[in-house]
């Protein structure tokens, strides 16, 4: 059985809360032209608006005091700094965010929610240039007896996994008797309260949750290879381009491994909300 040792998810130390945020809202803004000028097609006008599929920590989530918080929405900060716009965050079902249908309803203009760039998604959404790589993983009670991938091998209890997701898709396929959830939240207090043994996800998901419980321990990553993207309308290829600029810059002044690094594997990030208290 494994749990992550500091070696495999090192703690960054000493990189304050204010200064990390400070990162996504000065990166990328050296654009002469805003939004309008430059002629991109907005859900509304002076804004950027973004779905994303609440809680899914560390990539979207409410801290303690409601604040939505995360690595995804440092990143549309980013954005729509960049792009001279007010940052607007919709709360979404990650099944209309992965079909493209709060896009194509022009809910708005991009989505942002530790989505796998896929071929079956891209064609309904033109996303972006990958800005995470990323794996699956299991993460298991610490009695449910999971101690390798192996022993889900004819296992007989049951799994938990978000729905639309692609760790929904490797249960399946490993023949397991699956649990579906609307959420990521929900997944988890599920695995917690003992109504499935293990979840599958992205190492980026589930590595994190190992990190802050006791109770739950990570079990293997499975080599998926897959890339986390952003995603917009098919059609609205100048708001890619915008995008893949911010990404590009972030990642040559290296603030984007800075921000991977806080909200990935740092314990400075900010502490999600009680159940009660979620948004």
């Known amino acids: ?5 500091e070696t495999e998810m090192p703690w960054l130390k000493g990189l304050s809360l204010a200064g990390v945020a400070a990162l996504a809202l000065t990166a ?25 599929d609440f809680p899914y920590a560390p990539f979207e989530y409410y801290d303690e005091d409601g604040n939505e918080v995360g690595l995804d929405i440092d990143i549309a900060q980013a954005i729509a700094d960049d792009l001279e716009l007010e940052l607007e965050i919709m709360q979404t079902a990650f099944e209309g965010i992965q079909s493209g249908v709060a896009l194509n309803a022009n809910q708005c203009d991009l989505a942002i929610s530790g989505m796998t760039i896929t071929e079956a998604r891209a064609g309904n959404m033109l996303f972006s240039d990958p800005y995470l790589d990323d794996n699956l993983s299991v993460l298991a009670r610490s009695d449910s007896g999971i101690e390798t991938l192996e022993d889900l091998e004819g296992f007989e209890g049951t799994v938990g996994a978000q729905s639309d997701t692609t760790g929904a898709v490797e249960a399946g396929e490993r023949g397991l008797d699956l649990r579906e959830y609307t959420d990521a939240g929900l997944m988890l207090q599920g695995l917690e309260s003992g109504q499935v043994d293990a979840a599958f996800g992205n190492i980026s998901i589930l590595a994190y949750q190992a990190a802050q419980s006791d109770d739950l321990v990570f079990v293997d990553e499975i080599e998926t290879g897959e890339q986390l993207g952003i995603a917009a309308q098919l059609e609205n290829q100048e708001l890619i381009d915008a995008v893949n600029q911010v990404l590009a810059d972030l990642e040559a002044s290296g603030k984007l491994e800075e921000l991977k690094e806080f909200w990935l594997h740092s314990d400075e990030a900010p502490d999600e909300a009680d159940d009660e208290d979620d948004n």
């Open 1 to 5: 059985m494994r749990s992550l040792t």
């Open 28 to 52: 990328c803004g050296g654009g002469e032209e805003t939004a309008e000028e430059s002629g991109l097609d907005l859900v509304n006008a002076g804004a950027l608006t973004v779905c994303a």
